[in-house]
């Protein structure tokens, strides 16, 4: 990048790490003004650092970086400090709405008169395809180069947009399909942990920090790199100079001690987490790891911990720079000069962990490690930890009742039921990134093989891991062919089933499930099962480590015991245990160190930007605002900016609302906002057939989120949706006052007809899941004003009000049901045309349908007044866009 103009320095921080080093903004400057960071978490000094760099800049002024500077545990102090990412994070399912919105907002900023050219991005950006790849073929040896093909046909559309970016924007580049899921990407090699920018004519070292639009971004504080997830509009939003606002941190300590038991993995130990920080109450927190058992636990282990934050609410869960950091970086390939600079950095400004020694937190727990027994978690939810000894007797509670059929597969009869297992996929960053369970997934699947053992035909089984990397190490242990015996063939380097690009089963599996109604399993290494999000016909999901999801593709089965009963017989018919082909942990150390060196990861890594032929010949549009096809059933010129004024309108009280949906607890963002299959009958596949779109060729929800004339139809479109309006499962609600029963998105376009305006009825964790914006917009396009819920998963909450939906929070202790809220009645939302504060409390006006009228109190979840002026801006982007315009009328 450019040279700069040196920046102010108000606190005299800047000055050099050492002779021939970078210089670095030293936190121990603010000592002599009274303020001691020595005792601070990692996360509270990462952010200080960012505030104090940037002081005096028009972005950040004094007082700022006083008021951070004087955090102290369990301080009740409230602020709204900026943050300024050093770069942002993106993958294809959000990405190219994001591309859409920007080439959108040229549009819209040569209406207003301004310059098209200030849109783009000021901060680099990286951006990973890894959403598309579908399991379509498997079990087979051309399994990986059918489903890439495939890939190519469904999205060659996107994947141009894609391309135009690259040349349209300035420091955006794209890593093609094929490569790895952006989060191993961005651990194995995006990620510097300490970067190097010029300013002013000399290179200023910083910590490595990032904002991604993926809730899973968070994967990268293993490495001890501050980054998390937000949405695609607020990710553009950074991209485009503006800064992350965000309240006094508040950091949970978790103090580790011990190490793992004999037959425990690090899947294991994140789902017990997982379990405890829910019970603990995270959400908005920051989570950071101390005490020395961090000694003894691997990178990559933290790394699955940090992945899962979203599963138990956090912001970002942190890990300390130490030696282990360093090894990791060494490991992957990293210039040496690199790791030197990691380290001395961190040394010098405090990001370093020292044995005995542990930060204060506002709220410290603790976890002994040798505490942590093997698990699985489900089958509706990630905090929902079932230990293994204790799966059956949990399944056979559940189902008491569990029927089963004979179906013919491959030439052979057999048996599923409910309980079977119907996938079995080793797949998501979550734990692919993590040798030690990969390695051990392996050898179990050796010694299976070598016991004679198999995986039935009703069992569809799949490799898809999170960068090549694996793939070379597990051929060069010879692992690979074990697997692909029991049929996990490689079928991609993608998310592919852990966000529901499953595929289909095979007709006669899936008839048979549907004809008899059974309650099929589908065991993945991912990181969420939410309802519907695996696949249509697995109605229950279950998360495990990888070498477990291999022992229940052995076993066939979710109603088992594994610890008590035989994993499956061998041909001469006597029982084979799990503990007598599960490997040893010395055995796996000693397959990692034969098997992995840096040189694998520098060859992996040697030419990620290039792609492969397909890529390369890819056409390329031209110009710097992208042309538009009306013909296109993927990409379409979003209606968010149409008719954008110069001055928002003021902001008026909601009058005359009806309720689109009355929903419970843990509504996901899976639910408001599927990513995988777009059933034939639906909204979306309905209109997508009337634009010449069969079935056979609808691709994924996920992959045409850059229509906004399909994702608004697929809002609240999951097929496991519970709206207590209507009695039936699926994505329908009750029009009124007439009672008659619609399509969520038919219903939203009569009442707009109408002239209705509409709010949605929530309970506990709205919006949890995933950071998809998409959620949020689809909200805004069917109409809904308000959303009323008794708590927020943060993400969706900031991408409600990004879009101008009001978030209003029931008052403590009172919910839809303590208040006696039908959905039936009407409803006005009154003080927001007075003037709208931070968290101010609103009056909500309902009246029955015989007149009655009742009043109650809502909190409206505008926490600061950043969020107050994109309220009344109408949302993020519009915001952002007037100001530019403004800035370069000025500048003009």
């Not at 720079?321 to 380290?343: M, P, W």
């Not at 996938?423 to 070598?450: D, E, F, K, Q, Y």
């Not at 952002?880 to 800035?887: I, Q, S």
Request: charged share 20%; hydrophobic share 40%; aromatic share 6%.
């Amino acid at each position: 990048m450019s040279s700069r103009p040196i920046r102010p320095d108000p606190f005299g921080a800047r000055a050099p790490l050492g002779p021939g080093l970078p210089d670095h903004y030293r936190l121990a400057a603010l000592a002599g003004l009274g303020y001691d960071a020595a005792r601070m978490p990692v996360t509270v000094k990462i952010l200080l650092e960012n505030l104090l760099r940037h002081a005096g800049g028009g972005i950040v002024d004094e007082a700022e970086v006083r008021t951070l500077a004087a955090w102290r545990p369990g301080s009740e102090v409230e602020a709204e400090l900026p943050f300024m990412p050093a770069r942002v994070l993106l993958q294809d399912f959000t990405g190219v709405p994001a591309v859409v919105d920007l080439a959108a907002m040229r549009d819209a900023m040569a209406e207003l008169g301004g310059d098209p050219a200030r849109i783009n991005p000021l901060v680099p950006a990286d951006l990973v395809i890894d959403h598309s790849v579908q399991v379509d073929r498997f079990r087979l040896p051309d399994s990986f180069a059918f489903n890439v093909e495939r890939e190519y046909e469904r999205n060659g559309e996107r994947y141009q947009l894609l391309r135009w970016a690259q040349t349209a924007f300035t420091d955006l580049r794209v890593v093609p399909p094929g490569t790895g899921i952006v989060h191993q990407v961005n651990l194995e090699y995006l990620a510097t942990v300490v970067t190097v920018r010029d300013d002013g004519g000399r290179p200023v070292a910083f910590p490595d920090t990032l904002v991604g639009t993926d809730s899973h971004t968070t994967m990268v504080n293993g490495l001890g790199v501050l980054g998390y997830g937000v949405g695609g509009i607020e990710a553009e939003a950074v991209l485009l100079g503006q800064p992350l606002y965000q309240q006094m941190p508040r950091v949970v300590g978790v103090r580790l001690s011990g190490g793992l038991p004999r037959g425990s993995t690090a899947t294991d130990l994140v789902l017990t987490v997982t379990e405890m920080l829910r019970r603990q109450g995270v959400v908005g927190s920051f989570v950071e790891f101390a005490g020395d058992g961090l000694a003894g636990l691997p990178l990559p282990d933290r790394a699955t911990i940090s992945n899962m934050s979203p599963e138990f609410g956090a912001t970002a869960t942190i890990f300390p720079i130490d030696q282990e950091t360093l090894a990791y970086l060494r490991l992957t390939g990293r210039d040496a000069a690199l790791v030197e600079l990691v380290e001395r950095y961190a040394r010098a400004n405090g990001l370093w962990r020292e044995p005995g020694t542990v930060p204060e937190f506002d709220v410290l727990l603790d976890l002994d490690l040798g505490s942590i027994e093997p698990s699985v978690a489900g089958p509706r939810r990630p905090q929902d930890r079932v230990p293994l000894r204790s799966l059956r007797e949990s399944f056979e509670s559940a189902y008491p009742n569990r029927p089963s059929v004979q179906v013919g597969v491959d030439g052979r009869t057999v048996e599923i039921g409910t309980g079977s297992v119907a996938i079995a996929a080793i797949t998501s960053c979550t734990n692919t990134s993590n040798p030690t369970v990969m390695v051990g997934a392996g050898l179990l699947a050796r010694n299976a093989v070598a016991r004679g053992l198999a995986v039935g035909p009703t069992v569809k089984t799949s490799l898809a891991p999170g960068s090549r990397a694996v793939t070379a190490y597990l051929q060069a242990a010879g692992l690979m062919e074990p697997l692909e015996r029991l049929g996990f063939e490689l079928v991609g380097y993608g998310c592919t089933t852990c966000i529901g690009n499953s595929g289909p089963l095979d007709a006669p599996v899936a008839q048979a499930i549907e004809s008899n109604d059974l309650a099929v399993a589908a065991v993945l290494s991912g990181n969420r099962n939410f309802e519907g999000r695996i696949h249509p016909l697995a109605k229950l999901s279950y998360l495990a480590s990888p070498p477990l999801v291999v022992a229940f593709a052995l076993a066939g089965r979710v109603d088992v015991d594994l610890t008590r009963e035989p994993i499956g017989r061998d041909p001469s018919g006597r029982p084979v245990m799990l503990e007598e082909i599960w490997p040893s942990a010395d055995e796996i150390r000693s397959v990692i160190d034969t098997a992995i060196d840096p040189d694998l990861f520098r060859r992996t890594y040697a030419s990620v930007f290039e792609g492969d032929d397909r890529w390369r010949a890819l056409p390329i549009p031209s110009g710097d605002r992208y042309a538009w096809a009306d013909e296109s059933t993927y990409v379409a010129r979003p209606p968010f900016f149409e008719g954008l004024g110069a001055e928002a309108a003021p902001v008026g009280d909601i009058e005359g609302a009806r309720v689109l949906a009355l929903l419970g607890d843990s509504v996901t963002t899976d639910h408001i906002s599927p990513a995988g299959t777009i059933a034939p009958w639906s909204p979306a596949g309905q209109w997508l057939q009337a634009h010449g779109v069969p079935p056979v060729e609808f691709n994924s929800y996920g992959s045409r989120r850059g229509h906004h004339e399909v994702m608004m139809r697929g809002t609240f479109g999951n097929i496991r949706l519970r709206n207590r309006l209507v009695e039936r499962e699926g994505p329908y609600t009750a029009h009124q006052p007439s009672g008659e029963e619609f399509f969520i998105y038919d219903a939203a376009m009569r009442y707009a007809a109408e002239g209705v305006p509409l709010i949605v009825i929530g309970g506990r964790e709205y919006g949890s899941g995933s950071s998809r914006d998409w959620a949020a917009k689809g909200t805004t396009l069917l109409g809904v004003r308000a959303v009323l819920a008794q708590s927020f998963e943060r993400i969706h909450r900031s991408n409600l009000v990004g879009m101008g939906v009001l978030p209003l929070q029931f008052l403590p202790g009172e919910s839809a049901e303590s208040l006696g809220l039908t959905g039936r009645e009407s409803y006005a939302i009154r003080g927001l045309a007075t003037g709208i504060e931070p968290r101010q409390e609103v009056t909500v006006e309902v009246r029955d349908g015989d007149g009655a009228v009742r009043t109650f109190r809502a909190v409206a979840r505008l926490d600061g007044a950043i969020e107050v002026d994109y309220y009344r801006e109408g949302g993020i982007l519009p915001a952002v866009l007037r100001r530019l315009a403004r800035e370069g009328h000025r500048a003009d």
